[in-house]
C-alpha cells in the first residue's frame, strides 16, 4: 500500500493528512470549509484514493491560510506516498464533463512544479468558499507534489460544477498517473529519475 501521513503546523493553520494512493475513495474530510470538504470527498473517490483531512486553519481571517496549506500538505502526502516512482504511468489525463462544466487535468509527476489554470470563474463565493482560493489550492498542490498540473475548461457556467469537474478531474488524473504500468521498469524516464 502507497500510503503516507504529513503533519503541519503553523500560527495560521494545523493539518493532518494521511492519503492511500490504492485505496478504494473512502474520504474523511474536515476543513470547516463545508464545499471544500465536499471537493476533497470528490477527488477521493473518483480518484480510488483512501483520504484523511483533518484541518484547524484561521477561518475568523479568511479561508485563504486553510485552503493554501490543505494544498501543500496534500501534496507532500502524495509525494511521500509515491516514494521511488518505480513502476508508475507517470503522466495522467483525464476530461470531465459535470453538465454544463467540461474540464481537463493534465498531469506530469515529473519531480518538477508547475501550475497551468486556464478556469474561468463566475462568482466569487460558493458557499463559504471564495473561488479564487481553487486556484491557490492547485498551485499549492502542484508544488507539494513537485508535478506539473494543467487545468483547461472548455465549458461551464455554474460556478459550482467548474469547480468540482475540476477537482474530479484531478483525481481521475492523478488516479491514471499514480497507477502501475507492467512495461515500465524502474521509472519512466530517459534520465532514470523522476
Ligand atoms: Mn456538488
Known amino acids: 500500500m502507497r500510503k503516507a501521513t504529513v503533519k503541519r503546523t503553523t500560527k495560521e493553520t494545523d493539518i493532518e493528512i494521511t492519503i492511500n494512493l ?3 475513495g473512502k474520504a474523511e474530510i474536515s476543513t470547516g470549509i463545508g464545499f471544500f470538504d465536499h471537493m476533497l470527498e470528490g477527488f477521493a473517490k473518483h480518484g480510488f484514493f ?7 486553519g484561521d477561518l475568523e481571517v479568511d479561508g485563504h491560510h486553510t485552503v493554501e496549506d490543505t494544498g501543500i500538505v496534500l501534496g507532500e502526502a502524495i509525494m511521500k506516498a509515491l516514494g521511488d516512482k518505480a513502476g508508475i504511468k507517470r503522466y495522467g489525463n483525464f476530461t470531465l464533463p459535470m453538465d454544463d462544466a467540461l474540464v481537463l487535468c493534465s498531469i ?15 462568482t466569487d463565493k460558493v458557499g463559504d468558499f471564495e473561488t479564487e482560493l481553487a486556484r491557490e489550492f492547485f498551485y499549492a498542490v502542484s508544488y507539494g507534489a513537485m508535478m506539473n498540473l494543467h487545468l483547461k475548461q472548455f465549458a461551464g457556467e455554474n460556478t ?11 483525481g481521475k488524473a ?8 507492467e512495461r515500465v521498469k524502474g521509472v519512466l524516464s530517459t534520465k532514470g529519475k523522476l
Open 50 to 56: 483512501d483520504l484523511k483531512v483533518k484541518v484547524k
Open 160 to 170: 459550482h460544477h467548474i469547480i468540482e469537474a475540476a477537482f474530479k478531474a484531478f
Open 108 to 122: 506530469d509527476l515529473c519531480g518538477r512544479p508547475y501550475l497551468g489554470y486556464d478556469i474561468n470563474l463566475l
Open 174 to 181: 492523478l488516479d491514471q498517473g499514480t497507477s502501475f504500468d
Open 22 to 24: 490504492d485505496g478504494t
